[in-house]
């Protein structure tokens, strides 16, 4: 081979090798859609304090989705950034701490009530689908609902499948606040939010098994009495944990609202908290965690999320008191994360307020 022959094989080669390179280098970082981009990978623990998000995700429900993504979802609306309600915002994470905002639940308002926001969601993933159940009301209304809706993707768009009862169907007042939990072969809705009338409580009914309906609504059972809303339960060991939110939700750096904790050897109760107080009755339970000096209103919990060296986290909202309200007027209630230890069997926060110090996350 002479020295031109060489030099010009030298330079072929060069230029293959430098087309591969760049059909490789733009499959991987253009190509739409690409699978490599989207692949969580696994995380480790960082620090960080609150919120883990803002400027709102009031009463957030959080899943851990089949794409390995943690999805969060919070009550319609306003931000106040001039994109005007969003109906059930969408966020997403793979720590539980840093979150990006995906789009909204609905592209539609269900139309099955005339008027009112949805509130207060509760997704769960279902035979290969995710169920969104969802509060339908106003404030002050006399006739909520609930209703729920599926979607192939956790980042939705969630096509509604209709009305699973209104109040006066099912003869509770202020219906909302809907809470899933199966349990064997049977399916349960939890649902109720404060009220001063007798017949007002935290209930349960059981769910057809294709949980678009109840199979029958004679048959509730009252869990909590009226003075709880935002059920959420965690069964861990021999017990069934009941979290529930007291006080006022919204009333910006006035807000009261806390969390408190009773347990049950049964799903369906009875619910006793730590002095032995049954929650059917007003006033019972044992205190998680109230506001603080900086954060007013800590509540509506999330379900709790086990990170992979088995600790527990928390994830509720909260009102920074210093920024308590959003431009269009509604209380900021930002996204909160707390670490829960466990101590004889229940459920401790430190110091039982939002914490406020740098600290180590979870990992997963």
């Given at each position: 081979m002479t020295i031109k022959q060489f030099q010009t094989l030298r330079k072929s080669a060069i230029s293959y090798a430098?087309?591969?390179?760049?059909?490789?280098?733009?499959?991987?970082?253009?190509a739409p859609g690409n699978k490599e981009e989207e692949k969580p990978l696994p995380t480790q623990p960082v620090q960080f304090n609150n919120p883990v998000f803002e400027p709102v995700l009031a009463d957030p429900a959080i899943i851990k989705a089949?794409?390995?993504w943690f999805y969060g979802y919070g009550t319609e609306d306003n931000w106040g950034d001039g994109q005007g309600n969003r109906l059930v915002p969408v966020i997403r994470s793979l720590d539980l701490i840093k979150w990006t905002v995906v789009g909204n639940a609905f592209t539609t308002k269900p139309q099955w009530k005339t008027d009112g926001g949805i509130w207060a969601p509760d997704v769960v993933f279902i035979d290969n689908k995710y169920y969104l159940y969802y509060s339908y009301s106003v404030w002050g209304d006399t006739n909520p609902g609930i209703g729920v809706a599926i979607a192939n993707s956790p980042a939705g768009p969630f096509v509604d499948k209709g009305k699973l009862f209104l109040s006066n169907e099912v003869g509770v007042p202020n219906t909302i606040d809907p809470f899933y939990f199966a349990e064997a072969d049977k399916k349960y809705l939890f649902f109720g939010s404060y009220s001063t009338a007798l017949n007002q409580g935290t209930y349960a009914v059981e769910l057809a098994d294709d949980g678009f309906s109840v199979k029958n609504l004679a048959?509730?059972?009252k869990i909590a009495a009226g003075d709880f809303e935002a059920v959420m339960i965690h069964k861990r060991n021999n017990y069934y944990y009941f979290f529930g939110s007291k006080g006022s939700c919204c009333n910006g750096s006035a807000s009261t609202y806390q969390v408190r904790v009773a347990r049950s050897t049964s799903l369906l109760g009875p619910y006793l908290d730590k002095d032995g107080r049954s929650i059917i009755e007003r006033g019972n339970g044992t205190l998680l965690i109230s506001g603080s000096d900086k954060y007013a209103g800590p509540g509506h919990n999330s379900r709790i999320m086990t990170d992979k060296n088995g600790a527990d986290w928390l994830l509720y909202h909260a009102i920074l008191k210093s920024n308590p309200i959003v431009p269009g007027g509604a209380s900021r209630r930002t996204l909160m994360l707390d670490k829960i230890n466990w101590v004889g069997d229940w459920p401790v926060i430190e110091n039982e307020i939002p914490g406020d110090i740098l600290r180590k996350g979870p990992e997963f």
């Open positions: 430098c087309l591969f390179l760049l059909f490789s280098a733009c499959s991987k970082s253009s089949a794409d390995g048959n509730k059972v």
